[in-house]
Nanobody, 121 residues
Framework: QVQLVESGGGLVQPGGSLRLSCAAS????????MRWYRQAPGKERELVAT?????????NYADSVRGRFIISRDNAKNTVYLQMNTLKSEDTAVYYC?????????????WGQGTQVTVSS
């Protein structure tokens, strides 16, 4: 059974911080590129951050979060994190964890259920 379980969402004031976690099971975590997406009401789902599977994994960020958010992973714990700092109201969204591996005969693509982040005073 493949599972991605997000946690750490909640209500935070503008300028505050939250750390999201995504615990993975049922697949070879270290072989997968891990991503965080988010979706706000009335908006399309957007890619927030990406980290590759290697020990010195490379990262990419959406322009809107670069410098404020940090994605990281602990392959020994099968967990990917999103540290969110200096939060803004526009960061309010449901955040989803995604695992992707291109292979043969198919690409493997797994999703978590999402966790709500609300930034409000």
């Amino acid at each position: 059974q493949v599972q991605l379980v997000e946690s750490g969402g909640g209500l935070v004031q503008p300028g505050g911080s939250l750390r999201l976690s995504c615990a993975a099971s049922g697949f070879t975590f270290s072989s997968y590129v891990m991503r965080w997406y988010r979706q706000a009401p009335g908006k399309e789902r957007e890619l927030v951050a990406t980290i590759t599977g290697g020990g010195g994994g490379s990262t990419n960020y959406a322009d809107s979060v670069r410098g404020r958010f940090i994605i990281s992973r602990d392959n020994a714990k099968n967990t990917v994190y999103l540290q969110m700092n200096t939060l803004k109201s526009e960061d309010t969204a449901v955040y989803y964890c995604n695992a992707v591996r291109t292979g043969w005969p198919r690409t493997y693509d797994y999703w978590g259920q999402g966790t709500q982040v609300t930034v409000s005073s």
